[in-house]
């Protein structure tokens, strides 16, 4: 089972970032996925989530409107596009995938992360 982040890196506040991660070795269009961050300050949240089928998805408040998760189940696929960037974007972002179906489930794993840093 293996999660690979990829597309992080250096934005300017204001400007778009698309991460990227690719699945393997699980049934990836049976599983919820997320994008869970880890801040500066070590704090960790979940801020977008997306349902197995791709019809539900949630999301952070302070990047509602700016981030959008989605996939792609015929590639193993999902994404996380960054509008907007702002400076408390700056962070090491997880892909997880979800124990169900639901937008909604606990984590039972995630990748390796990638940093974004975004520079006002």
Known sequence: VQLVESGGG????????????????????????????????KAFERVASISALGTFTTYEDSVKGRFTVSRDNNLNAVYLQMDRAETDDTAVYY??????????????LRGQGIAVIVSS
């Open 95 to 108: 892909c997880a995938k979800l124990q169900g179906g639901s937008d909604g489930s606990p984590e039972d």
């Open 10 to 41: 250096l934005v300017d506040a204001g400007g778009s970032l698309r991460l990227s991660c690719l699945a393997s070795g699980f049934s990836f269009g049976d599983s919820g996925m997320s994008w869970v961050r880890q801040t500066p300050s």
